[in-house]
Nanobody
Framework: QVQPVESGGGLVQAGGSLRLSCAVS????????MAWFRQAPGKERESVAA????????YYADTVKGRFTISRDNAKNTLYLQMNSLKPGDTAVYYC????????????????????WGQGTQVVVSP
């Protein structure tokens, strides 16, 4: 199985931006549908965004639509999450997940759809 590794988290003020990255070691990214999830303290993990193998199809949770952008660079084997206009409610541990997928256009946004998970990167948004 692929092992995703997240990076790019940190502390930012409300209204600021961060870009998260997810690399997959030892494998190419192209066979995998990818997604970002997050888990805030005391809450269940929730879907944030997802992207198809080709990158042409994306999904966003309503809470981040218009502020976050998911993208992938298959040549660099890296997934990204550009987060703009951050709010304190975005504070969470952000996880990258991967699923091998035959279709180039399908995407998945449910936790149970994914079998490979990273360790997470902490994002803290201060008021």
């Amino acid at each position: 199985q692929v092992q995703p590794v997240e990076s790019g988290g940190g502390l930012v003020q409300a209204g600021g931006s961060l870009r998260l990255s997810c690399a997959v070691s030892g494998r190419t990214l192209s066979p995998y549908t990818m997604a970002w999830f997050r888990q805030a303290p005391g809450k269940e993990r929730e879907s944030v965004a997802a992207i198809s193998r080709s990158g042409g199809q994306t999904y966003y949770a309503d809470t981040v639509k218009g502020r976050f952008t998911i993208s992938r660079d298959n040549a660099k084997n890296t997934l990204y999450l550009q987060m703009n206009s951050l709010k304190p409610g975005d504070t969470a541990v952000y996880y990258c997940a991967a699923r091998p997928t035959a279709s180039g256009t399908a995407y998945y946004s449910t936790q149970t759809d994914f079998s490979s998970w990273g360790q997470g990167t902490q994002v803290v948004v201060s008021p």
